[in-house]
């Protein structure tokens, strides 16, 4: 599967984004889909999950520093996994990649098969 994000930027301290992540080669429903994110001499970081049970619901899980921020969903229809970014702050200043997994969705790069380019984002104090 490749991946192709965007919507990254630059935004002002508690401002918003909607970072887009469109899957294109196979299956879209077959996937997990995951966020990750990698700052300036940092190591790359979990940020969000999102596996759908093939019914209605999906399950998403974040990481702490992002939970109540931040909001992953996807849309099947469109083959398209979106990070919603709210309350954003300098320290979520990073390259933001979207990743994807046939396998059971973890928080480590390891457990992502897919990934795509990354988009920046960019956070002034």
């Known amino acids: 599967v490749q991946l192709q994000a965007s919507g990254g930027g630059l935004v002002q301290t508690g401002g918003s984004l909607r970072l887009s992540c469109v899957a294109s080669?196979?299956?879209?429903?077959?996937?997990?889909m995951g966020w990750f994110r990698q700052a300036p001499g940092e190591e790359r970081e979990f940020v969000a999950t999102?596996?759908?049970?093939?019914?209605?619901?999906?399950?998403?899980y974040y990481a702490d520093s992002v939970k109540g921020r931040f909001t992953i969903s996807r849309d099947n229809a469109v083959n398209t996994v979106y990070l919603q970014m709210g309350g954003l702050k300098p320290e979520d200043t990073a390259i933001y990649y979207c990743?994807?997994?046939?396998?059971?969705?973890?928080?480590?790069?390891?457990?992502?098969?897919?990934w795509g380019r990354g988009t920046q984002v960019t956070v002034s104090s």
């Open positions: 990743a994807a997994t046939k396998r059971r969705p973890g928080v480590g790069v390891v457990d992502y098969d897919y």
């Open positions: 080669g196979r299956t879209f429903t077959d996937y997990a």
């Open positions: 999102t596996r759908w049970n093939g019914g209605s619901i999906y399950y998403s």
